[in-house]
């Protein structure tokens, strides 16, 4: 996800997707324990996107605080 994509979700949004995408992550992992993924990048681009997420959701925070 690009970082304007995430930044265009409201809050609920952004909680329930980075949800989804830690636990994808983790079956991933697991998978990756067990046999060879075919595609072994999707764990690191999942990793990015749970801090892409983290990081519009602690701009938001700070954001609340300053106004």
């Known amino acids: 996800m690009k970082m ?8 609920e949004d952004l909680v329930s997707k980075g949800d989804n995408i830690a636990e994808e992550l983790f079956r ?5 324990g067990i046999r060879q993924l075919e595609d072994t990048s ?3 681009s999942l ?4 801090a892409r997420i983290n990081t519009a959701r602690s701009e938001r925070k700070l954001a609340a605080a300053a106004a």
């Open 4 to 11: 304007t994509d995430i930044r265009s979700l409201s809050d």
């Open 28 to 32: 991933m992992k697991f998978q990756h």
């Open 42 to 44: 999707k764990l690191k």
């Open 47 to 50: 990793r990015k996107d749970i």
